[in-house]
């Protein structure tokens, strides 16, 4: 049996193919962050379980969130839950802080679970400093998720080019993560993953080769020379403010 699970676990595609969305926001993230200047003042809204406080130590880091998700026990897309320290536990269309409070304010994966998203926007630049940095990520496609506090997807580039102009907010930077080939890849992953949870009898050997390790890390490679965005799984947003 231990020869059969070492056999299984090499014929699965690697963490990079597999979370590549994940990996490719958090490396975003901390490349923005090592450019800060110590004691910037950084609001981390939505921040749930503080996956970036490490991140903004050199920073004045506080964070934000509703602190009401109890973690996911069913279905696909299972997930235990703990929060970490939040600062400010509220509403984010009312976060208790004066205006132009924050020299940066990161919400990353956020707007897809308030029902107000227009407003959550309105609200973040409220809190922003004039010619400070908003650092936005969310994505255009995804599965239901950290139920029930999912209420949308598809935020296009459209959606940043409309609403952040409103709101004060000029995009200096916008990229896609990953193009249909590396989103391919890590559905046929799960594809896999499914199988062997909840028919194993379905998925052969070569079955299991194709769909979790061979296919995955061919199309993973060939996603930049191959590059179609209309497939992507998100967006990584930067804008700054406009000052008064």
């Known amino acids: 049996m231990q020869i059969l699970n070492k056999l299984l676990n090499k014929l699965r595609a690697p963490d990079e193919v597999v979370n590549f969305n994940a990996r490719t926001r958090n490396a975003w993230v901390a490349d923005k962050a090592s450019k800060l200047k110590q004691g910037v003042k950084v609001l981390d809204a939505g921040a749930g379980e503080c996956q970036y406080a490490p991140l903004f130590r050199h920073c004045d880091y506080k964070t934000q969130d509703f602190s009401q998700y109890a973690g996911t026990p069913s279905g696909i897309l299972t997930e235990g839950w703990k929060y970490g320290k939040i600062d400010y536990v509220c509403d984010i269309l009312s976060i208790p802080v004066p205006d132009e409070s924050f020299d940066v304010v990161l919400c990353t994966e956020v707007l897809e679970h308030v029902p107000r998203p227009i407003e959550t926007i309105k609200e973040l630049s409220r809190v922003l400093a004039g010619g400070g940095t908003l650092l936005l990520t969310a994505p255009l496609s995804s599965a239901i998720h950290q139920q029930p506090y999912h209420y949308y997807g598809g935020y296009s580039p459209f959606f940043y080019k409309k609403f952040l102009p409103e709101f004060g907010l000029d995009i200096t930077e916008i990229k896609p993560i990953g193009g249909l080939m590396k989103h391919v890849a890590q559905e046929l992953s799960r ?13 052969s050997l070569f079955l299991r080769y194709a769909l979790m390790c061979r296919i995955p890390k061919y199309l993973a490679k060939i996603d930049d020379e191959i590059f179609v965005e209309e497939f992507t799984v998100g967006y990584m947003i930067e804008a700054k403010k406009r000052s008064k």
């Open 191 to 203: 594809v896999g993953r499914v199988l062997e949870e909840r028919a194993p009898i379905k998925l």
